[in-house]
């Protein structure tokens, strides 16, 4: 496994990340032992970098593989969507709290859009930069689906680390291209910011061509890591080998396949129609205000996700 300094923070994190969000409640919800099973099997493999939010409540998940797989040198970055110094606080009390630690290594305001996003949560990002200077967090910063907030965040001395989406269609990429992203990116590098990346398999929707996902990313010199979103013990096995530059044996990538997968819609969604309109195979349609998946049309084929506005079609 490549390990690597992230950005000026003087953190070594592993180049793949375990991104928490696919193993809770949101997605696949699994009980917190059996997904802390598969966390903690990262960890045996090299793995000592994994990404979490308060919002994907996998806390206990996180939790339970640092029973499992008591290293000390695990990194774990969390989220919130503190706008004050209250909110902040409070979820970062309850993130030391739910994963009996002591210190946060990295504590991101979530889903920041722009600088004026960034301004209207300054109070929070104000606290945990004094809870920086106490050491209980060891560095702060954003996540985002912008280029914008990228840009914004890139100016301030404040910010350590970014946590961009990028991936090779720019699927998610709420104000231009992946292009665009990676010219962002590289300016915030160039600054001396971490930068590890987010959904390389775009929320799943790229899952039918996994190996020139993972080369795209991996081929981008200025991300520190990549958070890969994971929910079994072969894809954490599939992923490392990929990412150690490792072929993965045609049985393993075979059980991976086998696994039933599902079209996923994330709970923000707007109900706008786009991706009923556009889905040729009449899977969505949306009644009683709720957007609804017929599992028997649905073929898996994305297809829609590139019309969601909010990004909330996934393939889990």
């Known amino acids: 496994m490549e390990y690597g300094i992230l950005g000026n923070t003087g953190i070594r994190v592993s180049k793949l990340c375990f991104g928490g969000l696919t193993v809770g409640p949101l997605q696949a919800n699994l009980r917190p032992d059996e997904g802390g099973e598969i966390i903690a099997e990262a960890f045996r493999l090299g793995v000592n970098f994994i990404d979490t939010a308060e919002l ?105 680390v970014i946590h961009p989406i990028i991936n090779k269609a720019g699927l998610g990429i709420q104000d231009g291209t992946a292009e665009d992203m990676l010219r962002a990116i590289r300016v915030a590098k160039e600054k001396g910011k971490g930068i590890y990346g987010m959904k390389p398999l775009g929320g799943g929707n790229l899952i039918h061509s996994v190996d020139e996902c993972f080369d795209y990313v991996l081929n981008i010199p200025f991300l520190d890591a990549i958070a890969v979103g994971m929910q079994t013990k072969e894809e954490v096995t599939a992923n490392i080998l990929r990412f150690e530059g490792k072929p993965v044996p045609e049985a393993l990538q075979g059980k991976i396949r086998q696994k039933k997968r599902k079209l996923h819609i994330d709970f923000w969604c707007e109900k706008c129609g786009h991706c009923v309109h556009h889905c040729s195979h009449g899977a969505l349609k949306l009644k009683d205000g709720t957007l609804m998946v017929d599992r028997e049309k649905c073929v898996l084929c994305s297809y829609c996700s590139s019309y969601c506005p909010n990004f909330c079609i996934k393939i889990v």
């Open 56 to 160: 994907y409540g996998t806390y206990p998940h996180i939790r339970k593989a640092l029973e499992i797989v008591p290293k000390n040198d695990i990194v774990i970055a969390t989220k919130s969507y503190a706008h004050d110094g209250e909110t902040a606080k409070k979820s970062l009390d309850f993130a030391l709290r739910s994963l009996k630690i002591d210190c946060i290594d990295i504590f991101l305001l979530h889903e920041q859009e722009s600088e004026h996003t960034l301004r209207g949560h300054y109070q929070a990002l104000d606290y945990y930069i004094k809870m920086k200077q106490q050491g209980i967090i060891k560095a702060v910063g954003i996540s985002t689906h912008t280029i914008k907030a990228v840009e914004a965040a890139a100016k301030m001395e404040e910010i350590d």
